[in-house]
């Protein structure tokens, strides 16, 4: 049988990361990256942005969006517009 120590299960507990945002629901996550709805479930859909499912709701870490769209404008910098429309048509 475990023992457990009283004086520390009694204590509060800390939160991991008492400076973190709170979580964005699906509206406010793609209205922040400046998409709809429908193109953010399909960049999740697709793998590009974690999600956490919480109590049925999908919601977003701010994090996870920002270096979502610093991961975007890296590449859109290291693509010229010719190289970018030929991915974007063959994505389409």
Do not use: C
């Not at 939160?15 to 429908?38: F, Q, T, Y």
Request: charge should be positive; hydrophobic fraction near 40%.
């Amino acid at each position: 049988m475990k023992v457990i120590d009283s004086r520390s299960f009694f204590q509060p507990q800390q939160p991991a990361e008492p400076n973190s945002a709170p979580l964005l629901s699906r509206h406010k996550a793609a209205s922040s990256l400046g998409v709809s709805v429908a193109t953010l479930d399909r960049l999740t859909r697709a793998g590009e942005l974690p999600r956490i499912k919480l109590a049925g709701k999908v919601l977003y870490r701010p994090e996870s969006l920002e270096a979502f769209a610093r991961r975007r404008e890296a590449w859109a910098r290291s693509t010229s517009d010719g190289d970018r429309a030929a991915v974007d048509s063959t994505t389409a």
